[in-house]
T-cell receptor
Framework: NAGVTQTPKFRVLKTGQSMTLLCAQD?????MYWYRQDPGMGLRLIHY???????AKGEVPDGYNVSRLKKQNFLLGLESAAPSQTSVYFC????????????FGPGTRLTVT | DQQVKQNSPSLSVQEGRISILNCDYT??????FLWYKKYPAEGPTFLIS?????DKNEDGRFTVFLNKSAKHLSLHIVPSQPGDSAVYFC????????????FGAGTILRVKS
């Protein structure tokens, strides 16, 4: 049981390049989330999904797209990277219903030059 | 406008003593609060939570206190251990907002041996 995994762990992009971050969970969780963590700002929600085939915007969705084609995977895409997207990205998942806690992946450190 | 605030960026405590981490919130709709712990290069892990119908929740060395009238919660760690050195995030959620978590900026706790 690996929990929540994220690929890649590190990445350096040039401005304007695109990339996809992959999140996978093996806990059969319905809900999945993408956050970014920046110094002094905690974790901010980018997009989330409440089930396979569904996505919704969070607090800071601009410049990102997501897809949830399979229940266990949640992809975060950057179509044209900008230096402002330099951050650490965390994926999380949880069971539907109630107030269950979120389980986080180890993070992806992205630098955009 | 930050809805969840952790006004102390860092805290240093001697091993064996009590650590008190504070968190304030502004949105009265929040009805569930969580504390997460984060080590460097890892994702946050759930520590303890409290519902707004309670004013205290205890789990081993960790106790969370909630003062709804003051919109304030605190995490007490007794006794503090060097392994508790980490970043602690306070988070809040509301049923009306789909239980999405709103995080504070975090407090770095250093426990000196």
């Amino acid at each position: 049981n690996a929990g929540v995994t994220q690929t890649p762990k590190f990445r350096v992009l040039k401005t304007g390049q695109s990339m996809t971050l992959l999140c996978a969970q093996d806990m059969n969780h319905e809900y999945m989330y993408w956050y970014r963590q920046d110094p002094g700002m905690g974790l901010r929600l980018i997009h989330y999904s409440v089930g396979e085939g569904t996505t919704a915007k969070g607090e800071v969705p601009d410049g990102y797209n997501v897809s949830r084609l399979k229940k266990q995977n949640f992809l975060l895409g950057l179509e044209s990277a900008a230096p402002s997207q330099t951050s650490v990205y965390f994926c999380a998942s949880r069971l539907a219903g109630g107030r269950s806690e979120q389980y986080f992946g180890p993070g992806t450190r992205l630098t955009v030059t | 406008d930050q809805q969840v605030k952790q006004n102390s960026p860092s805290l240093s405590v001697q091993e064996g003593r009590i650590s008190i981490l504070n968190c304030d919130y502004t949105n009265s709709m929040f009805d569930y609060f969580l504390w997460y712990k984060k080590y460097p290069a890892e994702g946050p892990t759930f520590l303890i939570s409290i519902s707004s119908i309670k004013d205290k929740n205890e789990d081993g060395r960790f106790t969370v206190f909630l003062n709804k009238s003051a919109k304030h919660l605190s995490l007490h760690i007794v006794p503090s251990q060097p392994g508790d050195s980490a970043v602690y995030f306070c988070a809040a959620s509301a049923l009306q907002y789909g239980n999405k978590l709103v995080f504070g900026a975090g407090t770095i706790l250093r426990v000196k041996s």
